[in-house]
Every structure is written in C-alpha cells, then in structure tokens.
C-alpha cells in the first residue's frame, strides 16, 4: 500500500508541473500500473514514440511486444485502444504521466490506470531472491473448492528476475514477468484483454498465493515442484457425443450470409474448425498461428473457418469486434458469428449440441474431407509456453497432411 502511495503521489507531482499542450508526452519507457484488488497494483512497462501519423506504445510482457497504434489525443485527455481487443485506455496526461482507467464497456469493467515515465523497474525488490523458482510446479487453483482446476508452472529465473506462465486444460496465462523478492513471488501481465497479476509466498518446493484478474476476481492457488507433472491430453476432453460423427452449423459471416459446412466451398475439403472469440488472447495467438499457416498457399485442399461467441451486448458490435479483429490481423478465413450478448459456455454448447461440452476459447476441430470429425483439440498452447508451442506446430502440420493425403 505504501509503494502504491508513493507511485500515486509521484504522479500527482509530475501531472501538477508540466504543461501538456507545449510539451507532448515524453518518448522512452513508462511504468504502468493498474489498481487491483486488495490494495495490489499491477505494474508493466511500455515504451512511447511519436511518429508521423501519431504515437505508437509498445507495451512489453517477456518475451512478448505489443505495438498500440491507435491513440488519440485531445487538449489533455488521451485514448489508447487496445489492439484487436475492446478495451481502452482513457484519461487525462501531461507529459510525464497519464492518469485514467482501462476501460471493457461489454463487461461494464472500470480498472484504474496510472503511469509515469521513465521508470524500467516493473517489480521493485527490497531483498536478493532467496530462492529459485525455475523448474515446473503442479498448481491448483481453488484448491478444496468445486471451482478447482489444473495449472502447469513453467518459470525460469536469472537472479531475481522470473518469466513463464501457467499451461491449463484450456489454455495458457500467456507471458508473465516478474521476481521472487527474498521469499516472495510477483508475476503480471497485460495483454490489451486481460491484466493478471499473481503473488505468492516461496519455499524451495512450494508457492503459496493469490491470482487476481482486474479488479473483478481473485483465487487462490498453492503448487509443488513436479518435474514430471503434465495435464491431461488436450485431444481427450471435448468430443462428439455418441451417435454423431459429424459437425452440423448455420451462422452469418460479417455480410449476414449463412455459412454452413452443407456449402459448396467446404466439399471434399479437409476443414478446421475454430471456436473462438474476439475476447479471447490464446484464441488471438490461434488465429495468428491459422492465419500465418493459410497464408502460406502451400495446401489447396484446406478451408478454415472459426465460430465466434461473442459477449458484445448487439450483433452490430459483435461484427465490429470480428470485423475489427480480422483487420488487425489480416485474417484470410470467414469468422461467423455464432453468439452474442454473452460468451457463457453452457449456452454455446447449445449452439453445438452435438459435442460433449464446449469446455475452452478456444476449441479447434479437425474434419476430413469425407465430413467426419477426427479430432478436437481443447485449448490452445501458445507462444508463451515454448517447446509445447513448438511440439504443437509440428504436431498439427503432421497431422493436416495426413488429413489431405486420405
């Protein structure tokens, strides 16, 4: 509470000196921070540059660069849209500090933002780490609880800094960065969607903590170093139900025309399909690693097409978000709206009724070129996770070939 005291006041300070008018924000790094739960911040760096057509912020998370382009400014108010995603930045600045709040308007979410620039230090520590946390750790998250679930720990540590993530049954926490501050661990991360922020407590074989998404939610979590843990086979948990083999749909693409894979461009095709939302950051690294591979030319035989479940409270704005998404970037595949007004899993499973549960964004289902499901894949190991991204990438290309060599 003291160092957010402190960071506040410093603020304050910088914002009642300086004239933004005449001076424009400064270029170079800025610590960010947004206001938690329980009296936590959520500390990120990003650099600022101005260029001819504006400002541009790279916000970085490890070994992850997000480039921000869209900014607007106005007098002394200013207006960072996230790329792909929804949310926004809005707030007033001068020009060494900006004050405002991230803002998600379909989840009616508000998270109060500052920064100052200047300072590279993401996570001040008062103490050397007293111990090392690279290696994998078996996690609960919830543990004890009806909400319970599996996490993998994947960190590595040089001196007191930390990067990894958590893998789950349906999907990854995506780049974090931190330290472990005599026996104390903090990780972060935002991504333009989400802002998590994890703590605990170390020993040589434990972590004890908390995980707090935003300012709406927080869990606990305790882990145990498992060199040997792994979750279960992602290609086991979502499956059609008994007496079905096929996949059946009807939705409309961002022109309103209903796409159904009864559609002529579909026949004879190997087909992947993409449950998804634009919502979502793993399903954002998906269809980054779809895009990249259809853009390639290499396979004729191949059509994608992802459903999307949007929370966009009317159709108009769920097409925004997919138009906007396949925009940014460059997706070569129709993304159909198949929900809007909630992203709740219970009701897309009956959107798909077909399938056991739809229990991940995202969910990619592979269909041979006789129409049949083949297998479905849940959740999404993305760049953060490392070898399993790259075990992933070979998996799936090996597997997409036999498809089209049937």
């Excluded at 921070?33 to 911040?41: H, P, R, T, W, Y």
């Excluded at 170390?202 to 707090?212: E, I, Q």
Aim: hydrophobic fraction near 35%; aromatic fraction near 14%; include cysteine.
């Amino acid at each position: 509470m003291r160092r957010f005291y402190c960071f506040s006041l410093l603020f304050l300070t910088l914002f009642s000196c300086v004239s933004p008018e005449n001076e424009g924000l400064r270029e170079g790094r800025w610590l960010a921070q947004l206001e938690v739960m329980d009296n936590k911040v959520l500390p990120f760096n990003f650099d600022l540059r101005k260029e001819e057509s504006g400002y541009v912020m790279d916000i970085y998370n490890a070994g992850e660069t997000i480039q921000v382009d869209e900014i607007e400014i106005d007098n002394d108010t200013i207006k960072i849209k996230m790329p792909a995603f929804e949310g926004y930045i809005s707030g007033t600045y001068s020009n060494s500090a900006i004050n405002g709040e991230f803002i998600k308007e379909s989840l009616d979410r508000i998270v109060p933002f500052y920064a100052v620039f200047g300072d590279s230090t993401r996570f001040r520590s008062t103490e050397n780490a007293g111990l090392n946390v690279s290696g994998i750790w078996e996690t609960k998250f919830s543990p004890d609880t009806d909400e319970e679930y599996l996490a993998k720990g994947i960190f590595t540590q040089e001196k007191n800094k930390v990067t990894g993530t958590f893998r789950t049954n349906t999907g990854d926490y995506r780049y974090l960065e931190g330290i472990v501050d005599g026996d104390s661990l903090r990780l972060s991360t935002f991504d333009g969607a989400h802002a998590f922020l994890f703590t605990a407590k170390v020993t040589d074989s434990s972590l004890s903590g908390t995980f707090y998404s935003g300012n709406h939610f927080k869990e606990p979590f305790i882990a145990l170093r498992n060199d040997e843990f792994e979750l279960a086979d992602a290609e086991s948990l979502t499956f059609l139900k008994e007496g079905y083999d096929e996949l059946q749909f009807s939705f409309p693409d961002t022109n309103d025309n209903l796409i159904s894979l009864e559609d002529s461009r579909f026949k004879e095709k190997v087909v992947i399909i993409q449950i998804m939302g634009t919502w979502c950051p793993n399903c954002l690294d998906e269809t980054r690693f779809l895009s990249d591979y259809i853009k390639t030319g290499k396979q004729d035989n191949l059509e994608v097409v992802a459903l999307a479940f949007e929370y966009a409270k009317t159709k108009d704005l769920a097409f925004q978000r997919i138009e906007r998404i396949k925009s940014r970037v460059g997706v070569p595949y129709p993304i159909l709206l198949a929900q809007y007004g909630s992203s709740d899993k219970i009701k897309a499973n009956e959107k798909l009724p077909m399938l056991n549960h739809i229990l991940s964004y995202p969910t990619t289902i592979f269909i041979d070129k006789g129409g049949k499901v083949r297998k479905i894949h849940t959740g999404f190991n993305g760049p953060a996770t490392g070898e399993k991204y790259i075990e992933f990438k070979e998996d799936f290309e090996d597997y997409i070939d036999l498809l089209l060599s049937e």
